[in-house]
């Protein structure tokens, strides 16, 4: 399995509380993603990053933001935690630039519940 | 980026096989085909990659047309594991590899 841990795996949070959901990779690779997974919507990117730095929004990236200050970890952070943000939150990595053969490998995902 | 079609569902009986369609008329020369597929409850996994030729490997096979608008992928034999949704994807790198999934199709295999 590629080197990629999400962290907490599960988290119940109140609405209005700060979140941060990180995602962990020993792959040294360039690309990393934040998806959620809603029943009915399927995956949904929120932001990627393409290099320490660098970041870029995605379909759905309002009420939330990233960081990514080192190649291995990438924060996702919801500022202020709404019921609409309960969902199932995938990372992903690839090392595309790297390598075109190089397929997108994802996390075991954090679910986030806000009350 | 290039939109894609793939049926909502598609139905198949054990060890037989199926051919999940994926039109992506829309795609530039340089974008690469992946198919990804997401077991219940879990993340999503990398099925296949290609660019002009089929290919193969271990779990599957993938035709992509000659005009590259449309592609195939083979599960040979389909298993009651095979129960997934499976999303094709083609992939530009010339917008930073931004990668954004459709809804994907969902397969059920009946034993």
């Known amino acids: 399995d590629a080197g990629i841990t999400q962290s907490p795996r599960h988290k119940v949070t109140e609405t209005g509380t700060p979140v941060t959901l990180r995602c962990h990779q020993t792959e040294n690779h360039r690309y990393m993603y934040w998806y959620r997974q809603d029943p009915g919507h399927g995956l949904r990117l929120i932001h990627y990053s393409y290099g320490v730095k660098d970041t870029d929004k995605g379909e759905v990236s309002d009420g939330y933001s990233v960081s990514r200050s080192k190649t291995e970890d990438f924060l996702l952070t919801l500022e202020s935690a709404t019921s609409s943000q309960t969902s199932v939150y995938f990372c992903a990595i690839s090392g595309y630039r790297e390598s075109y053969n190089s397929p997108l490998h994802f996390g075991n995902g954090t679910r986030l519940t806000v009350t | ?111």
């Open chain 2, 1 to 111: 980026d290039a939109k894609t079609t793939q049926p909502n569902s598609m139905e198949s009986n054990e060890e037989e096989p199926v051919h999940l369609p994926c039109n992506h008329s829309t795609i530039s020369g340089t974008d690469y085909i992946h198919w990804y597929r997401q077991l219940p409850s879990q993340g999503p996994e990398y099925v296949i990659h290609g660019l002009t030729s089929n290919v193969n490997n271990r779990m599957a096979s993938l035709a992509i047309a000659e005009d590259r608008k449309s592609s195939t992928l083979i599960l040979h034999r389909a298993t009651l594991r095979d129960a997934a949704v499976y999303y094709c994807i083609p992939l530009s790198g010339g917008s930073n590899y931004k990668l954004t999934f459709g809804k994907g199709t969902l397969l059920t295999v009946n034993p």
